[in-house]
């Protein structure tokens, strides 16, 4: 891991919530973004996409 932290990600909590973990300290915003995650439309001038949604991730030290 190129002298990184060692992060645990992602952790199936016993809720069934998943906890994903990114090493990242001078981050001003972390997005994620999945195909387990809720779909919004797209418009292009060639067609239209489903695309899921970007997930603001928060910060817990």
Avoid: C, H
């Amino acid at each position: 891991m190129w002298g990184g932290k060692v992060l645990n990600s992602p952790e199936i909590n016993p809720d069934g919530s998943v906890t994903f973990r990114y090493y990242a300290p001078k981050a001003i915003k972390v997005q994620l973004r999945g195909d387990f995650l809720p779909t919004e439309l797209l418009k292009t001038d060639f067609a239209n996409f489903q695309v899921s949604i970007y997930q603001d991730l928060t910060e817990d030290l």
